[in-house]
């Protein structure tokens, strides 16, 4: 499910069929970005409001729409690719935060931090494992 998440000119007929019909019959829904899955005629699509972004999924023509992830089975096992993007999300993210605006080190339990320590660390000075 990874790639480019913003709309333009690039969407496909399906693909602007969901955005559109979405944005007409869930007005108080903003889509973001529509993208297809590896389920054929399942697309990803992108939301923001005021609560929360959340990735949902479409059928292609926009009518079905399922709140929930969605994984593909492997023989490894299931492989959740909502949670991929999610992960896309927030690497996203953290790349646009300014570097002046992140704590430089953090104090836990006596033991000093620098720059972003790994919450595993952390849970580990703070007991929580």
Not at 25 to 46: D, F, I, M, N, S
Not at 59 to 69: E, F, L, P, Q, R
Request: no cysteine; proline share 4%; hydrophobic share 35%.
């Amino acid at each position: 499910m990874g790639g480019a998440w913003t709309l333009g000119s690039w969407l496909s007929g399906d693909e602007r069929q969901i955005h559109d019909k979405l944005q007409e019959r869930l007005p108080h829904l903003t889509v973001k970005g529509v993208l297809p899955t590896p389920a054929q005629g399942v697309y990803a699509v992108e939301t923001e409001n005021e609560e929360v972004n959340k990735i949902l999924h479409a059928t292609a023509n926009g009518s079905y729409v399922i709140a929930g992830d969605l994984y593909e089975i492997t023989k490894e096992g299931a492989v959740n690719l909502t949670e991929t993007r999610r992960e896309e999300q927030r690497r996203e993210m953290l790349k646009k935060v300014d570097k002046k605006d992140t704590p430089t080190s953090i104090t836990a339990r006596g033991k000093k931090f620098h720059g972003f320590a790994p919450a595993t660390e952390l849970v580990k000075v703070l007991g929580m494992q």
